[in-house]
């Protein structure tokens, strides 16, 4: 039974399979699988894997390059019930152990749970030593923005690593060297050098590769031209395809004592504006997005974030931005007025401590006054929602949550006297803290009564002042999360047994998990020092990737938070200059040109057009199917995406859903149908008259490419591109009443079809007649009943080694049910209806003749 089968989400398409250009799985020189440790739903809007997709395939171009995600709860079921691994090639269906290297992804501590479970479902032992000794395993590489809190995949004694889950780690950027990592892993390959030999070559050449061995030390890795921009990813087949992403900066200009980011990827630095509108059109021509989203830890910390909105607004119809430093937000009042011209509407402001005295000790670096000011003019302008975030430490105090309720009901007055209708969203995260941090030194807070009472109180305050509050994770996440990122190497053992105790992660762990590992921990020698206050000499797994010098400021700043922490008299000690309200001539110019733009964006003209697509794109989700065709109009034209923003499915539309699932839910996961054929797309641009010459001009380099041979031989038009069979510019869109269908099944299920169509026609509540003309068979339903819409004829007859059906429905039928049918009496996994026609084709139906 294959994956598809069990019905998951089809990551990888016909389509998408193209655009990966891999080899036959036997005649790959080397094969490579990206793991990512979270269901594909957790990590689609990220693009780790697409950087590691890019980077590998730049170096081995005649590679098989495939993906595995943590399956979702009931594909695990479904898996599990036939035998299977979770974790296995979407594209290849090949088990983990079928590849010759792995590279692992883990975003978070909590995934660490999951990587046993690659393992021993995959057949692949948990020593490191003893997969080096045999030829036939795959390496494991780990890397990621939790590399550093990974310390529990090794195992260490007497200062020195014993063992590892895992055979290599990847500290740092690794744009520019996973390409070399996996070069000199395949060619190294051929020549037969032993496994540890190979791994040592790399570490040698490599900066950030650490082989998981004691004889060997790297340092963190930057990437040369920080930030990296991937302007030509790979595109996946996922609800959100037409959201793409640029970085626009690395790092972070704070250094807060509780957060990893500005720690571990410093330092700060912003891409150059040329850069990026070069980056920025060739991202459009690459992924026909419509959405982009400016890349960065806080978007507003590049200098030049307004100027930024106006060239990505000149490309794209959308342009996003997520979360933002709110000290930048009060000091510059041009970057909201840009952001609300731009369409923002939704604000998300980290404010982290309950009180002055907490975001001291967290060194948070912004003033009531910034706050106050952030907040109230996000409220007078009228936005949606604004999501303000709190983390709770566990040293807050009454005078601390007295001052919170004070910050809730005078945001709930505030929010009266303007008569604001934005929707307040206060959410609350507990404490971890992580290694590489100053906090790091700190003791631990493993009092679940105290910091859920703290909890608890935040939101009573919310409540007395009608606003809504949200706890981010349960304790259960937060201290295992803690644990298992700084008790680091400790856990090693307990995270072996984490398959045979059913322990995972999924969105959550459960307290069961939770529960062990404490028990786990509390056993051990070590965890009462780990739970104290760390002396400046505590050093955490990975030491050495900084200097000594670097952990002496870590230290320092830790007693300096102490010193805010303790002393309730200190006011907050950051100088704050006076923010200048004035607008520069030069922003007021750039606002005004965003308004201008989103102006036309909401009145653009679009023009109708019919194409025909090849059966690669049955299963593709709405989102994916546009971007597809937006970016094969730009091969075929080259320059075309400067003037197609967005393009949206016309017919089959909803009108239909109850004949066709055309949403993406039910056509990526419930469904067994897939739909190719006919359809009908509108296009929006600036400009009607130069779509249409675009059209045009796409219609007649199909045709060339006919001409000289088949299209998907051209060496212009590769990958997915090649799926489009025709396109035409029309008026106005047909009637639609009805839909004509094709499909086929093998043959040899030729004595099962009857059965199978009947059964459709009664549960559809259908009469019909049956002739045969000939060699076909028809299916007619009786006139009477086509007022119902549902059915007007089936007609089918073998060909070759095919049984070829065709259809003419109503919107009232139900292809769900007859796929489900004709997988249930026939074994057709899935069913791929061609759409050929939406009108009756001049057929007299009430003639039982030939159709």
């Known amino acids: 039974m294959s994956a598809s089968t069990i019905r998951a989400p089809q990551i990888i398409t016909e389509a998408v399979a193209a655009d990966m250009a891999n080899p036959l799985f036997e005649d790959a020189q080397?094969?490579?699988?990206?793991?990512?440790?979270?269901?594909?739903?957790?990590?689609?809007?990220?693009?780790?894997?697409?950087?590691?997709?890019?980077?590998?395939?730049?170096?081995?171009?005649?590679?098989?390059?495939?993906?595995?995600?943590?399956?979702?709860?009931?594909?695990?079921?479904?898996?599990?019930?036939?035998?299977?691994?979770?974790?296995?090639?979407?594209?290849?269906?090949?088990?983990?152990?079928?590849?010759?290297?792995?590279?692992i992804s883990c975003a978070f501590s909590l995934e660490l749970l999951n990587i046993p479970w690659l393992l021993t479902q995959s057949g692949i032992p948990f020593s490191r030593q003893e997969r080096l000794k045999k030829e036939e395993q795959p390496f494991l590489f780990l890397g990621g923005s939790s590399a550093v809190c990974s310390g529990s995949?090794?195992?260490?004694?007497?200062?020195?690593?014993?063992?590892?889950?895992?055979?290599?780690?990847?500290?740092?950027?690794?744009?520019?060297?996973?390409?070399?990592?996996?070069?000199?892993?395949?060619?190294?390959s051929k020549t037969g050098l032993s496994k540890p030999s190979i791994i040592a070559h790399i570490a040698s050449e490599v900066e950030g590769f650490w082989p998981c061995d004691s004889s060997f030390v790297c340092t963190r890795a930057l990437f040369a031209q920080r930030p990296a921009v991937l302007t030509s990813p790979i595109m996946l087949n996922s609800e959100n395809a037409d959201s793409i992403k640029l970085a626009i900066t690395a790092g972070c200009i704070g250094h807060c004592t509780f957060c990893l980011e500005g720690?571990?990827?410093?330092?700060?630095?912003?891409?150059?504006?040329?850069?990026?509108?070069?980056?920025?059109?060739?991202?459009?021509?690459?992924?026909?997005?419509?959405?982009?989203?400016?890349?960065?830890?806080?978007?507003?910390?590049?200098?030049h974030i307004i100027q930024l909105i106006q060239i990505f607004g000149r490309y794209f119809m959308h342009v996003s931005m997520m979360s933002q430093r709110l000290d930048i937000?009060?000091?510059?009042?041009?970057?909201?007025?840009?952001?609300?011209?731009?369409?923002?509407?939704?604000?998300?402001l980290g404010i982290e401590g309950i009180s002055e005295r907490i975001r001291n000790y967290y060194q948070k670096g912004?003033?009531?006054?910034?706050?106050?000011?952030?907040?109230?003019?996000?409220?007078?302008?009228?936005?949606?929602?604004?999501?303000?975030?709190?983390?709770?430490s566990g040293f807050e105090n009454g005078s601390d949550l007295e001052e919170f309720e004070h910050f809730c009901d005078r945001l709930a007055h505030h929010k009266i006297e303007t008569h604001s209708v934005t929707r307040i969203i206060v959410s609350a995260g507990y404490l971890v803290r992580l290694p590489f941090t100053p906090l790091q030194f700190a003791p631990l807070q493993g009092d679940r009564a105290l910091m859920e009472s703290i909890a608890s109180a935040l939101c009573n305050s919310c409540k007395q002042a009608n606003l809504e509050f949200r706890l981010a994770s349960s304790f259960e996440d937060y201290w295992m999360d803690q644990l298992l990122s700084l008790g680091g190497t400790i856990a090693n053992d307990w995270l072996q047994t984490c398959p045979e105790n059913g322990f995972i992660y999924d969105l959550h762990v459960s307290t069961r998990a939770s529960k062990s590992l404490c028990a786990y921990f509390e056993k051990q020698s070590c965890f009462s020092q780990l739970l104290q206050e760390k002396p400046h000499t505590y050093r955490p797994n990975f030491y050495f990737i900084e200097s000594d010098r670097h952990w002496e400021m870590l230290a320092a700043l830790y007693d300096q938070s102490l010193d805010y922490l303790n002393y309730r008299n200190h006011r907050n000690l950051y100088t704050e200059k006076q923010a200048d309200s004035s607008i520069s001539l030069e922003a007021k110019k750039t606002?005004?040109?965003?308004?201008?733009?989103?102006?036309?964006?909401?009145?653009?003209?679009?023009?109708?057009?019919?194409?025909?697509?090849?059966?690669?794109?049955?299963?593709?989700?709405?989102?994916?199917?546009?971007?597809?065709?937006?970016?094969?109009l730009s091969t075929l034209v080259p320059n075309s995406e400067r003037g197609l923003f967005y393009c949206n499915l016309q017919l089959p539309n909803y009108g239909w859903g109850s004949a066709i699932p055309i949403s993406p839910t039910s056509m990526v996961c419930k469904s067994r149908v897939g739909l190719s054929g006919l359809k009908y797309f509108a296009i929006y641009g600036p400009d009607k008259t130069n779509m249409k010459k675009v059209m045009n001009l796409a219609a007649m380099a199909l045709k060339n490419a006919r001409g000289v041979g088949s299209i998907l031989n051209s060496d212009s038009y590769s990958g997915s591109t090649a799926f489009l069979e025709d396109i035409e510019v029309i008026q106005e869109l047909p009637k639609a009443e009805v839909c004509r269908l094709s499909f086929c099944i093998p043959a040899n299920k030729s004595r099962l079809i009857n059965e199978a169509l009947e059964e459709w026609l009664y549960e559809s509540n259908l009469h019909f007649t049956l002739k045969k003309d000939g060699t076909s068979i028809i299916y007619h339903t009786s006139s009477v009943y086509n007022t119902n819409r549902a059915l007007r004829y089936i007609k089918y007859k073998t060909i070759s080694t095919n049984l070829c059906l065709s259809l003419c429905i109503g919107k009232k039928a139900n292809l769900s049910l007859l796929a489900d049918i004709l997988y249930k009496k026939c074994a057709i996994e899935k069913t791929i209806f061609r759409i050929d026609g939406w009108d009756l084709n001049a057929i007299d139906l009430d003639d039982l003749g030939p159709v």
């Open 263 to 303: 720690w571990d990827r410093r330092p700060f630095i912003e891409k150059p504006v040329e850069d990026l509108s070069k980056s920025a059109i060739m991202l459009k021509r690459a992924s026909g997005a419509s959405d982009v989203e400016l890349f960065s830890y806080n978007f507003n910390m590049h200098k």
């Open 329 to 348: 937000l009060s000091k510059k009042p041009e970057i909201l007025i840009a952001e609300l011209a731009a369409g923002k509407r939704s604000f998300t």
């Open 591 to 632: 606002i005004e040109i965003i308004e201008a733009q989103q102006e036309a964006k909401a009145h653009f003209p679009s023009i109708l057009v019919k194409i025909s697509e090849s059966d690669a794109l049955a299963f593709s989700t709405p989102a994916y199917e546009r971007t597809w065709l937006l970016r094969t």
């Open 30 to 103: 080397y094969r490579i699988l990206i793991v990512r440790l979270s269901p594909f739903r957790d990590v689609e809007s990220s693009y780790t894997h697409l950087v590691l997709f890019d980077e590998t395939r730049r170096a081995l171009p005649k590679a098989y390059i495939d993906f595995a995600f943590m399956p979702n709860l009931p594909h695990r079921k479904a898996l599990s019930m036939e035998n299977r691994p979770w974790f296995f090639g979407r594209a290849s269906n090949r088990n983990a152990i079928e590849f010759n290297m792995l590279l």
């Open 366 to 392: 912004i003033s009531e006054k910034q706050i106050w000011t952030s907040i109230a003019k996000i409220l007078e302008n009228r936005a949606r929602e604004i999501k303000l975030f709190f983390i709770i």
């Open 153 to 188: 995949l090794v195992k260490i004694g007497d200062n020195k690593v014993i063992d590892s889950i895992v055979d290599a780690m990847f500290f740092g950027e690794g744009e520019g060297r996973i390409s070399e990592i996996v070069r000199i892993a395949a060619e190294d």
